[in-house]
């Protein structure tokens, strides 16, 4: 739950990338702490073990300005995906705003991005929040190994395969190249804040 300052006029919430593990969650954090650099207000942290592995997670601090009066800051997470790692998930979920879920485009990987949106789905049925309701978009990344002609899942399969159901945001992406980042994640935020304003209204 995103925390509330109301006296200095200060919100800040959490936005989770999520996904199998090797999808791309941490490409995209990287490419956004290249390229939004106006908008990062700290270092980007990684908490790394063997190799360049996500053992624990990354974290990155973004500053959106004021909207609205108030001072908007993020704090965007990835989780490790590798299926082992359940209970760093779990605490990595907890307190959540809004998520991106980042899909393998890889054909190889089409079994992973459905074993891991359902882990998502059941992860934070036990925070006791539905994946229907949390502020929630789809990237499908890799799109750009198309062209070294690689086996790619077609949109189609993977819009059927993770969003048949869900009928969320969702956009191809290449977080290597850069390509969708941007969108996604402009996306989310605005579904995240749009949500906790929901919230507040409910509050009131
Ligand atoms: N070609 C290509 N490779 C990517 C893309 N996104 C990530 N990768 C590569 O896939 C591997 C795993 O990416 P990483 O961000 O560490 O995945 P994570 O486990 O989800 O954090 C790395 O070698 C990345 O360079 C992409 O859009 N296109
Ligand atoms: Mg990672």
């Known amino acids: 739950m995103a925390i509330f300052d109301m006296k200095n006029r200060v919100i800040e919430c959490k ?31 990684s908490i790394n ?10 974290f990155l ?4 300005g004021k909207i609205r009066g108030c001072e908007v ?15 760093t998930r779990k605490l990595v979920l907890k307190g959540v705003d809004g998520i991106v879920f980042v899909a393998d ?5 089409r079994k992973h991005n459905m074993l891991s949106l359902r882990d998502l789905q059941q992860n934070l049925k036990e925070q006791n929040m539905s994946i229907f309701k949390v502020p929630l978009v789809l990237q499908y990344n890799k799109r ?7 086996p790619l899942i077609p949109l189609q399969v993977m819009e059927r395969d993770l969003n048949r159901q869900l009928k969320v945001p969702s956009f191809p992406a290449s977080a290597l190249k850069g390509t969708g980042v941007g969108r996604t994640l402009k996306e989310s935020i605005k579904l995240t804040l749009h ?4 919230e507040l209204k409910w509050a009131k």
């Not at 073990?49 to 990354?58: E, I, Q």
């Not at 800051?73 to 209970?87: A, D, F, I």
């Open 61 to 64: 601090p973004l500053g959106l």
């Open 49 to 58: 073990t063997r190799g360049d592995r996500t053992l624990f997670f990354d």
């Open 73 to 87: 800051k993020l704090q965007l997470y990835t989780v490790p995906g590798q299926v082992r790692y359940k209970s």
């Open 195 to 198: 949500h906790l304003q929901q």
């Open 144 to 150: 750009d190994l198309a062209s070294n002609g690689i």
């Open 105 to 109: 485009s890889l054909l190889v990987r």
């Open 15 to 45: 936005i989770v990338y999520y996904g199998p593990g090797r999808g791309g969650k941490t490409t995209n954090l990287k490419y956004i702490f290249e390229t939004f650099k106006k908008q990062v207000t700290g270092e980007m942290v």
